[in-house]
């Protein structure tokens, strides 16, 4: 069954506001949906092979071994919808065992989508895939989407990986409760997320030796200078990322190497030597704190699995 492709927004229209904006707050900050290009979708697959990035091969152990069991609490499902979806890699885990009609994609990035998607139907030629392109954490959130989706059936927000982490508390609420309404009345929520652990391997994975999260960080700048026409120096910034465990958070930085001028879409910006540019947070959890986060949305907590090692979790809420 062929893709079809919806596109509910343009992502692209809103970059020069946002960055704008970003780059004019004190501290300067970029959200980390813009990592992902072209090249920083290919940077991403590249760090989830490197050895100190332990994330990809714990979530993907875990869903080896319990999606039989993860199928079996879920229950019967209609439609799958995947916000944040990338390559689409994590949906193959579960489309077997739950058996679903319909797989629903999001993604800001289109072309990428699109391509994962076609992949994955070619596999699974029964299946109704629709690829969606949207920036879901624009203002209008899931809004556009929500009047396409099929009328009838019980739907499953699957939202794996640790992405709920780039969000703070607050906005993590914020949108489990659109996810709450995505799912509808008698759907759910299956999440994955990180677990709090040693602050030494959070500061590996993200300070990997190759250099690959690095190069990750500072293809945003790249991004800009070619979308934005901007002029930034990428040896003029460091990759700086370390676990603040107070804030309970992974800190992704790029660190001006000396008192620089760039200019961003016309506009100059200033950077002192050593001022940071934050990019990313990724928020760590034990199950009962995201379990209290979760409750705040509206979700009652349904099952939950980790995987051997403890390193991550996965819970399905009602």
């Given at each position: 069954?062929?893709?079809?492709?919806?596109?509910?927004?343009?992502?692209?229209?809103?970059?020069?506001?946002?960055?704008?904006?970003?780059?004019?707050a004190r501290p300067k900050c970029i959200p980390p949906k813009y990592f992902?290009?072209?090249?920083?979708?290919?940077?991403?697959?590249?760090i989830c092979t490197q050895p100190e990035y332990y994330l990809t091969r714990a979530e993907a152990a875990l869903l080896q071994a319990e999606a039989q069991a993860i199928a079996r609490s879920i229950g019967p499902v209609a439609c799958m919808i995947e916000p944040g979806a990338g390559c689409c890699a994590k949906a193959r885990f579960l489309l077997g065992p739950l058996q679903v009609a319909a797989y629903w994609p999001v993604d800001i990035s289109g072309e990428t989508?699109?391509?994962?998607?076609?992949?994955?139907?070619?596999?699974?030629?029964?299946?109704?895939?629709?690829?969606?392109?949207?920036?879901?954490?624009?203002?209008?959130?899931?809004?556009?989407?929500?009047?396409?989706?099929?009328?009838?059936?019980?739907?499953?927000?699957?939202?794996?990986?640790?992405?709920?982490?780039?969000a703070g508390p607050d906005e993590a609420v914020a949108l489990l409760r659109q996810f709450r309404v995505l799912a509808g009345k008698d759907g759910g929520l299956l999440i994955g997320f990180d677990l709090k652990k040693d602050a030494a391997r959070l500061h590996a994975a993200y300070n990997d030796a190759a250099g690959v999260t690095a190069a990750f960080n500072l293809n945003l700048l790249a991004r800009l200078n070619r979308e934005?026409?901007?002029?930034?120096?990428?040896e003029g910034f460091a990759h700086q990322a370390f676990y603040n465990a107070e804030a309970g958070r992974i800190e992704m930085h790029l660190i001006s190497r000396a008192r620089q001028q760039v200019t961003v879409a016309g506009t100059r910006v200033e950077f002192a030597a050593g001022e940071s540019l934050h990019t990313e947070n990724s928020y760590k959890y034990t199950p009962q704190e995201f379990e209290a986060l979760a409750a705040r949305a509206g979700f009652a907590f349904r099952d939950g699995w980790q995987d051997g090692a403890g390193l991550f979790a996965v819970h399905f809420y009602g």
């Open positions: 069954m062929p893709v079809r492709l919806l596109t509910l927004s343009h992502p692209a229209d809103t970059l020069k506001q946002v960055v704008l904006a970003g780059l004019s992902y290009d072209s090249e920083g979708s290919r940077l991403f697959e590249a989508l699109v391509q994962a998607a076609g992949r994955l139907a070619a596999d699974h030629p029964a299946l109704e895939v629709v690829a969606v392109q949207l920036d879901f954490t624009a203002a209008a959130g899931f809004a556009p989407l929500l009047p396409q989706l099929p009328a009838r059936g019980r739907r499953l927000v699957y939202y794996p990986g640790s992405s709920i982490g780039n934005l026409g901007a002029d930034f120096r990428l």
